[in-house]
């Protein structure tokens, strides 16, 4: 399966980078699904988790609004808030 970039970051700090299978994120109107390739997008976020499946499994983290955008292979995401102490997450 082919794979992308994901950087993940907060007002203040980044929170995770890798390359992840796929994503299903939160978007301001709904769950949306990313696999590598996607169309270019850039969408709102709302409350949810978004989780992230990779080679090392499932990465599932909850998420209050922010903004994704989605180019060239790889996915940055600005999370508004993160809720850290329910999130499975590694400093990097």
Do not use: C
Not at 6 to 19: C, M, S
Not at 24 to 37: C, E, K, Q, T
């Amino acid at each position: 399966m082919s794979d992308f970039a994901l950087e993940i970051y907060t007002q203040d700090r980044l929170v995770w980078k890798g390359r992840v299978e796929s994503m299903v994120v939160p978007g301001g109107d709904g769950y949306l699904g990313v696999l590598a390739h996607h169309a270019p997008l850039v969408t709102t976020l709302g409350k949810g988790t978004l989780t992230v499946m990779g080679e090392e499994g499932e990465l599932r983290i909850p998420l209050e609004g922010g903004f994704l955008e989605v180019a060239h292979n790889r996915a940055t995401l600005l999370a508004d808030r993160i809720l850290a102490a329910e999130a499975r997450i590694e400093d990097k």
